[in-house]
């Protein structure tokens, strides 16, 4: 069923910057995030794909383990530091849309430099422009939806779009495998050829999502300010979004990839499984744990809407950190229960939802609107720069000493970030 109109109303910003017309819907469910929520579907597909089977294509052409890791930090670093250089462009250039469109153009182009690739040069690049893309496109998106409802509905409008977001990171991924399982029945001239099948099929979902938000997204008009400076933009933004900030990497420190849970449940499986098997069960209780974050998503941002984003927020932090708890746990009593990890992979999931879905509308609480995009940004990059910090102090304590050492120190790091943003709480 069609939305209402959208109404119309003009908030002004500063003496330095005109006023901006902010796009607010009777609805939450306008157009607008709609369009945003197939659009991040549609990109999440055509990456995710991407991220799956990556490995295994680095692996048929002889390239080693160590070089998929350095690629995919050197991509996330990329990533993080371009979308606090986004938001800025698109608070001085007023020109959301059209960067948040060339950002989801970037991720087919680079989907095609890694289908030629015969070597490690060009996954590197192809993954460089993929993921200078997804930093481009994040901030600005995200300011978008913001401006788009009013700030009593931001928290279901974000569960609804991370829970779309997450529907691509499912249906990617399981597709991607499924066509490469099909395709290696096929007659080919080298063990790369049904990868490459699959990455080229992955950059039409690519495509559509560039069309996607061209054709349904509607920006509020969004005026320039050509006096914005870099550095005094960053430095005036509120002190309590700042300590907010602080949080956000403190917690982050200890928030490592959700690969490392993979690998952690094979290795707690193959010993009853086998390191196949083991495997397998270990990338299903992935996909399980992205199932839940489509399914509680939108719940989690009703809740938020009701009593409150920073209240919901802490209690999502809580549950990060018991995750990483349960995780030392696990190994400490050496579990190999299918439905005792997928408790794990559901808190987990359960977890990822609530983070997902407040961190924006936190920050859009504590910002002026004329920064809020550079605000997304600094958010991006804070996140960005501890999850890399994260997963390679996991990695290095594991390999060094013990999973149980590297889960243990990130628990920390989790739990004082809980403490940190608790004691942003209002009394």
């Known amino acids: 069923m069609m939305n209402e109109p959208e109404e119309f109303i003009i908030a002004p910003i500063g003496d330095n910057v005109a006023d901006t017309t902010a796009t607010k819907s009777s609805r939450w469910l306008n157009r607008t995030v709609a369009g945003a929520g197939i659009t991040s579907a549609l990109g999440d597909f055509c990456y995710e794909t991407t991220t799956v089977i990556l490995p295994g294509f680095l692996a048929v052409l002889g390239i080693p383990a160590a070089a998929l890791g350095i690629i995919e930090g050197i991509a996330d670093a990329v990533a993080s530091f371009t979308k606090m250089i986004s938001g800025y462009i698109a608070d001085k250039l007023g020109h959301r849309k059209l960067l948040v469109l060339v950002g989801y153009g970037l991720t087919p182009v680079g989907q095609v430099l890694i289908a030629l690739a015969a070597g490690w040069p060009l996954v590197l690049l192809g993954r460089l422009v993929s993921w200078f893309g997804k930093g481009l496109r994040g901030p600005l998106r995200d300011a978008i939806v913001t401006q788009s409802v009013t700030p009593e509905t931001r928290g279901r409008a974000f569960g609804f779009h991370r829970a779309t977001d997450t529907i691509g990171a499912v249906a990617g991924p399981l597709l991607g495998v499924a066509l490469l399982g099909l395709a290696q029945g096929w007659h080919w001239n080298g063990a790369d050829g049904p990868f490459r099948l699959v990455l080229w099929m992955s950059i039409i979902p690519g495509l559509l999502a560039v069309l996607a938000f061209l054709t349904l997204v509607k920006d509020p008009q969004h005026s320039p300010n050509p006096a914005l400076k870099f550095f005094s933009s960053l430095k005036g933004l509120p002190g309590r979004f700042k300590r907010y900030l602080g949080s956000v990497g403190l917690f982050g420190i200890g928030d490592f990839s959700h690969s490392l849970l993979i690998l952690a449940a094979t290795t707690l499986l193959t010993s009853s499984l086998g390191v196949v098997k083991a495997a397998q069960v270990a990338g299903l209780l992935y996909v399980w744990r992205n199932v839940v974050q489509v399914a509680l998503s939108y719940p989690v941002g009703i809740l938020a809407d009701r009593i409150g984003h920073l209240t919901v927020l802490i209690v999502g932090y809580v549950l990060g950190a018991l995750m990483a708890i349960l995780t030392v746990l696990a190994f400490w009593i050496g579990i190999d229960s299918i439905p005792l990890l997928a408790g794990l992979f559901f808190v987990a999931g359960l977890y990822m939802a609530v983070q997902e879905t407040l961190e924006s509308t ?47 120190v990130a628990a920390l790091f989790m739990v004082a970030g809980t403490v940190a943003l608790i004691r942003l709480s209002p009394r």
């Open 362 to 408: 936190v920050t859009a609480e504590m910002v002026q609107p004329e920064t809020l995009a550079i605000s997304y940004g600094a958010l991006g990059t804070v996140n960005g720069t501890a999850k890399f910090i994260s997963s390679s102090l996991v990695g290095v304590l594991w390999t060094a000493f013990s999973p149980m050492i590297g889960f243990g």
